[in-house]
């Protein structure tokens, strides 16, 4: 059984270009949250996602930050127009259809963002 | 003050030494909470949940102290094994998330 799989693992852009990161949750989960974790700082709550379903974004920058999780395919973490302050590693977890929480978050190896 | 706060360390211990980690909460209605282990920025990995009566498993221990919104880690005998960043963790208000530390750093000697 695959575990979380994010890709790609390292990302380059130029400022004002688009990330795209994606998620490809454990089997069997249907449930994605991502987290954010800046140079020389703790994961930060982003985002949590059911299939077709944004439950909690209280962590999303109000701008250029979207995420989907569609009934078929990968979860997508978008930022638009990046900026230098965007540069971070990118972590998503996935939890069980039947048992989501803090308690059985998975995590994926994560995307490390670099914004040049 | 921080949701989560940590001493940043860094530890410098000798193999076979005991170290011990503390971690305070702001949030009194967090209800799970959680030790992790993150390796040079890689994906944090669980170490252990920790439970209000306190529990152990092989030469670490936590404990919980919900009163004082403490949480610590202790570790027995460290392995070389053991240099890693420990997070202390707890669930966000809404149950669904998790809160991360900012992390102490551990490093062990030979």
């Known amino acids: 059984n695959a575990g979380v799989m994010q890709n790609p693992r390292h990302l380059v852009r130029r400022r004002g270009q688009e990330a795209r990161l994606r998620c490809s949750p454990m089997k069997g989960h249907s449930h994605v949250y991502w987290y954010r974790q800046l140079p020389e700082e703790g994961l930060k709550f982003m985002v949590y996602l059911q299939k077709e379903n944004i439950i909690d974004e209280s962590g999303m920058p109000k701008e250029r930050f ?5 009934k078929e395919g990968p979860s997508i973490l978008r930022i638009q127009q990046v ?3 965007d540069s971070a590693a990118y972590f998503c977890a996935s939890s069980p259809l039947n048992n989501p929480g803090p308690d059985t978050q998975y995590f994926g190896p994560g995307t490390r963002l670099t914004v040049l | 003050r921080k949701e989560v706060e940590q001493d940043p360390g860094p530890f410098n211990v000798p193999e076979g030494a005991t170290v011990a980690f503390n971690c305070t909460y702001s949030n009194s209605a967090s209800q799970s909470f959680f030790w992790y282990r993150q390796d040079c920025r890689k994906e944090p990995k669980l170490l252990m949940s920790v439970y209000s ?7 670490f221990t936590a404990q919980l102290n919900r009163a ?5 880690l202790l570790i027995r005998d460290s392995k070389l094994s053991d240099s890693a960043t420990y997070l202390c963790v707890v669930n966000n208000q809404a149950g669904t998330a998790l809160i991360f530390g900012k992390g102490t750093t551990l490093s062990v000697s030979s």
């Open chain 1, 66 to 70: 979207s995420a989907e999780f569609p």
């Open chain 1, 83 to 85: 900026v230098r302050g």
């Open chain 2, 53 to 59: 009566s306190g529990n152990e498993d092989g030469r």
């Open chain 2, 68 to 72: 004082s919104q403490y949480i610590s």
